[in-house]
């Protein structure tokens, strides 16, 4: 498979349905998913191969870019997901990232939201990321924050407040 990302201790490439576990052990988690518009989605490997097949798979077919696989070096598994996806319904793309709680804290995360902004700017072309935070999710708001993002609106959806942050790239 080939590696998109690569950083000091993570790699990132396409999703795979040999990825099946893996996406059903982070997306089936609740504290993974705790924070997120799709807690609860995946309920079986039947959602999870969806998941892979239906959405990441067909957007990198459609727009080129979608969730990629965050694999952990150390342990040469797939520990979460780090990527972007075209919201069709605000015409914009969107910053994601998530992984298994055992890999929180290390600083895993702001790694791979750091190697993904050039390479969304300069391999895919995209000239500007939001990124959607539950309020109280302090952490991811001050990830977003470390890399540049700027905060520019607050709203209500699904019954979380969430903070909308903008990057220009």
């Given at each position: 498979m080939t590696v998109l990302i690569d950083t000091e201790r993570l790699q990132m490439r396409h999703f795979t349905l040999a990825d099946l576990e893996a996406v059903y052990a982070f997306s089936s988690h609740d504290e993974v998913t705790r924070y997120t518009g799709d807690a609860g989605m995946v309920r079986?490997?039947?959602?999870?191969?969806?998941?892979?097949?239906?959405?990441?798979?067909?957007?990198?077919?459609?727009?080129?870019?979608?969730r990629y696989a965050l694999v952990h070096k150390g342990d040469n598994r797939v520990i979460g997901f780090c990527g972007m996806k075209y919201e069709t319904h605000i015409g914009a793309t969107d910053i994601g990232y998530r992984m298994l709680p055992q890999y929180w804290g290390q600083g895993l995360a702001k790694e791979a939201v750091a190697a993904l902004l050039p390479y969304a700017r300069d391999v895919l072309g995209l000239k500007r990321i939001i990124g959607d935070v539950v309020d109280i999710n302090l952490a991811s708001a001050r990830l977003l924050q470390s890399v540049g993002f700027k905060q520019i609106d607050q709203f209500e959806d699904q019954g979380f407040t969430l903070l909308r942050f903008e990057l220009n790239l």
């Open positions: 079986s490997r039947d959602d999870a191969r969806r998941i892979i097949e239906e959405v990441w798979l067909a957007e990198y077919q459609r727009y080129g870019y979608a």
